[in-house]
């Protein structure tokens, strides 16, 4: 892949373009599948894809992306796009494009990657099947149970003599989860295969799909309420609320003092998490970033391009996606930071209130985010009936409520990796069915 990436550099020079950039990624993995009564089925993966940015002397820059390409497929890829496009006058970013990389290596390889086979899927099968029919989990009903496992080569050179790599594994375990007539697919996406922990993740499709009710708390009855929101529900938030994080925001939003528990990090470096890189998939190396720090709005993330037009630096979050060869400004590992406080501390201060364990949004209007809400009623540390009601906020209204922050966080992946600890905040009932926070 490295001797390719120069060729296709020197292609690019010869097409006519003064700066070329070569970002490729191989994946290979393995996918098991199990369906109740049937046998464990085996799938092998690999993709193999080269995406290309190149760059006039001024104007923007043209790209291309090519999947098990051949030499003749890169040049007839330059070819097109350097006549089928025109550069600007206007100045680019050429110059921004990193030259060389640190030796920084974040925890993200598993050395067991190649022992995990169809074995090691059964015997986690047998494992998920003792826990299922223990007597905590009476009802819950397993419908598919599916294990990846995907090694990813990443190279990245540019014509500035920018040349680095990196590998990184994941596997990942899906339960289809089924009790009475609600379904629930729970997914946990981890580095090492020995942080996959069944009992957590079918405690947690249990807990979901008992907390799914059309019982709705008469809300218009109390006075203000506590919400505990389990990180579950705040990492989904704060999700909604990630992209107030990007480039450019709200001076409204940026000039408020939120409480000074708060803080909220972008950190790419992080030993055994999912998000973590040594550098962004411009060859940008970031560094732990506080978004948020003690309740003060302290800066975006960017990438080199969007950087560029503010007239400041890569924050190091410029990543690629299956659909695009250019890069956009992505997330790495987005968490809220914990405190000292224990969950116990946080309900017994609360005295009573409301486990938020799950979340949808409804709708997104002039007057902030709905969210359809699912969880327990609660006293001290007593777990009561299951409630639905719906809960209405703004970022700015959301963080300024937070009253107390716990020790204990999770991490949920998908396109990044987010965290949360368990969060609690107070709401005003609006209606019948809505809190306001």
Same mark, same amino acid.
């Given at each position: 892949m490295a001797e390719l990436h120069q060729d296709i550099l020197e292609d690019g020079i010869k097409a006519g373009f003064s700066t070329v950039e070569a970002f490729g990624e191989t994946a290979t993995g393995q996918e098991y599948e199990c369906f109740p009564g049937e046998s464990s089925s085996l799938h092998s993966t690999e993709t193999r894809r080269i995406n290309v940015r190149a760059f006039w002397e001024t104007g923007d820059p043209v790209g291309f992306s090519l999947s098990n390409p051949d030499a003749q497929a890169i040049k007839s890829a330059f070819n097109i796009v350097y006549s089928t496009n025109l550069p600007g006058e206007k100045p680019n970013f050429r110059d921004k494009l990193p030259k060389e990389v640190k030796q920084v290596s974040p925890s993200i390889y598993d050395d067991s990657f190649q022992s995990i086979d169809i074995h090691s899927f059964n015997e986690l099968i047998d494992k998920i099947n003792e826990i299922i029919i223990s007597p905590a989990f009476q009802g819950l009903k397993l419908k598919r149970i599916h294990l990846s496992k995907c090694?990813?080569?990443i190279y990245i050179a540019n014509t500035n003599n920018l040349q680095a790599k990196y590998i990184k594994t994941n596997f990942s375990l899906v339960l289809h989860a089924l009790q009475k007539n609600n379904r629930i697919v729970v997914k *946990?996406?981890? %580095? &090492?295969?020995?942080?996959?922990?069944p009992y957590k993740i079918i405690s947690r499709a249990f807990n979901l799909l008992n907390s799914i009710t059309e019982t709705s708390l008469p809300l218009s009855k109390h006075k203000n309420i506590f919400?505990?929101?389990?990180? *579950?529900?705040? %990492? &989904?938030?704060?999700?909604?609320?990630?992209h107030y994080f990007k480039v450019s925001v709200d001076k409204e939003i940026t000039s408020f003092q939120y409480p000074a528990m708060l803080n909220i990090i972008d950190n790419p470096f992080m030993d055994g998490q999912t998000g973590s890189v040594p550098f962004d998939d411009e060859g940008t190396q970031g560094q732990e970033k506080y978004l948020i720090r003690k309740g003060v709005f302290n800066q975006v993330i960017t990438d080199i391009a969007s950087a560029?037009?503010?007239g400041s630096v890569s924050t190091g979050n410029g990543f690629r996606s299956e659909r695009t060869p250019v890069p956009t400004?992505?997330?790495?590992?987005?968490y809220i930071n914990p405190t000292v406080l224990s969950l116990n501390n946080l309900m017994t201060d609360a005295g009573e209130g409301i486990l938020v364990s799950l979340l949808k949004l409804k709708q997104v209007d002039k007057d902030g985010y709905v969210f359809s809400a699912y969880g327990y009623r609660f006293e001290n540390d007593d777990i009561l009936e299951p409630v639905h009601f719906y809960i209405q906020t703004t970022f700015k209204s959301y963080f300024l409520k937070i009253l107390k922050i716990s020790k204990e966080i999770?991490?949920?992946?998908?396109?990044y990796n987010i965290g949360s600890p368990y969060i609690l905040v107070e709401g005003t009932p609006?209606?019948?069915?809505?809190?306001?926070v």
């Open positions: 090694l990813k080569k *946990e996406n981890r %580095v &090492f295969f020995q942080q996959l922990d919400l505990l929101l389990a990180p *579950e529900a705040s %990492v &989904f938030i704060l999700r909604e609320f990630s560029f037009k503010t400004v992505r997330f790495s590992n987005l999770k991490y949920f992946s998908s396109a609006k209606h019948d069915t809505m809190l306001q």
